[in-house]
């Protein structure tokens, strides 16, 4: 009898797992350990490749624990849809020199129809960050997760920490949405941005938290049709369309939003940077709306003089930026220009609109909050505090 039952509850499990419409693959079958010290690098892959192999659509399942994994990628097309589920967090070795060769740390290539949901990763940046503090022959440093040439992707409630450099960078992806994040680098972390964005379109980066040593987002170029909301920015250097006119054939970025977000205490609010040198580039129909600016250094700036280490074209940046609006943004200013619009003289700034702005120094009983503007035409709406210089 027990024989009986045992052959019949085999043949049930068989018939579940053909007629289920989801295949799941747990990373510890394939070898992976949680202990925080195993190498489980080889058994994510090999879980990747069962996954990417199924005809149908498939669960890959990280549990609780913590998971060392080295340089790593994913590569595509797959045959199905992947959940790429993490409850555990993954970390990279203690010795940066291992990611930080390859450019890369968790890289998805080619995938489309990809969703990852929660988990933790951990870089562990710091001892990278200590080298190039110090001048010693350090790696190039690693991105933590990148997305290329990647479609249909959507990555929800993730949380990144002490990225090398980048934490998420997208680079030739379309479809791709970003939501419910936090991403955490201290202060003084270079060149931690929380997210980059280059060469991709349909790109929609919501309802995260974001606080680096670097930009919390930037968008490069080649981008267009970009949607940002609901964004906790700060510290931080705000959030950026650029650097743009690095090199001279360039493509443009154009249909930008940023909307219902707050920057507390960063470098800049919302900015758009150009490298003072020829170019073909441009940044056109930029929208930034319903912000609030708390102790911000900069909250509206157009840097077309763009030099963050003293090695300066000392050119005019060719550069085109116009239509830009900028409606219903509110808070404090921890500089006196508050507003600042510092355009290329070959390439003047057109089409720029504020409405509804107010923005005050916070040492404004010593000095009056100042608006600047260099070779930039536009216009105002409604009450805008400080004084329009159009």
Not at 180 to 188: D, E, M, T, V
Not at 291 to 313: K, T
């Given at each position: 009898m027990d024989k009986l039952?045992?052959?019949?509850?085999?043949?049930?499990?068989s018939i579940v797992v053909l007629v289920s419409p989801i295949a799941a693959f747990n990373v510890v079958q394939f070898g992976a350990r949680g202990d925080g010290i195993t190498d489980s690098t080889l058994s994510f892959l090999r879980a990747w490749i069962f996954a990417c192999n199924s005809a149908r659509p498939v669960t890959l399942y990280v549990p609780r624990g913590t998971f060392l994994i080295k340089t790593v990628t994913f590569s595509g097309p797959c045959r199905s849809?992947?959940?790429?589920?993490?409850?555990?967090?993954?970390?990279?070795?203690?010795n940066y020199y291992a990611i930080g060769n390859s450019g890369f740390w968790i890289l998805f290539y080619k995938v489309s129809r990809l969703s990852v949901y929660g988990g933790t990763i951990d870089a562990r940046g710091s001892g990278f960050w200590a080298c190039k503090k110090n001048g010693h022959n350090c790696p190039a440093g690693a991105r933590s997760i990148s997305l290329m040439w990647c479609s249909n992707v959507l990555v929800s409630g993730l949380t990144s920490f002490n990225s090398q450099t980048i934490h998420i960078g997208i680079v030739h992806c379309s479809n791709v949405k970003?939501?419910?994040?936090?991403?955490?680098?201290?202060?003084?972390?270079?060149?931690?941005?929380?997210?980059?964005?280059?060469?991709?379109?349909?790109?929609?980066?919501?309802?995260s938290t974001i606080r680096t040593g670097d930009d919390c987002i930037s968008i490069g170029p080649g981008s267009m049709n970009i949607w940002i909301s609901k964004i906790g920015c700060g510290p931080g250097h705000g959030i950026s369309i650029g650097s743009l006119g690095n090199s001279f054939n360039e493509a443009g970025v154009q249909n930008v939003t940023v909307t219902d977000s707050i920057f507390s205490k960063t470098q800049n609010g919302v900015r758009v940077k150009s490298w003072a040198k020829p170019s073909d580039g441009y940044a056109r129909n930029l929208l930034f709306q319903n912000?609030?600016?708390?102790?911000?250094?900069?909250?509206?700036?157009?840097?077309?003089?763009?030099?963050?280490?003293?090695?300066?074209?000392h050119q005019s940046s060719g550069v085109k930026v116009s239509q830009v609006m900028y409606k219903n943004i509110k808070g404090t200013s921890a500089t006196q220009t508050a507003v600042k619009f510092d355009c290329s003289s070959s390439n003047p700034c057109t089409g720029i609109t504020l409405q509804d702005i107010k923005l005050t120094y916070l040492n404004r009983s010593f000095r009056p909050t100042m608006t600047y503007c260099s070779n930039a035409m536009g216009t105002h709406i409604g009450a805008v505090f400080p004084k329009s210089c159009f």
């Open positions: 039952i045992a052959i019949s509850l085999i043949l049930f499990l849809r992947i959940q790429f589920q993490i409850d555990g967090t993954l970390v990279a070795p203690d970003l939501q419910n994040l936090k991403i955490s680098a201290p202060i003084g972390s270079p060149n931690t941005d929380g997210i980059h964005v280059e060469s991709s379109m349909g790109i929609t980066i919501a309802g912000l609030i600016m708390r102790n911000v250094a900069y909250p509206i700036i157009i840097d077309q003089m763009y030099c963050p280490d003293n090695s300066c074209p």
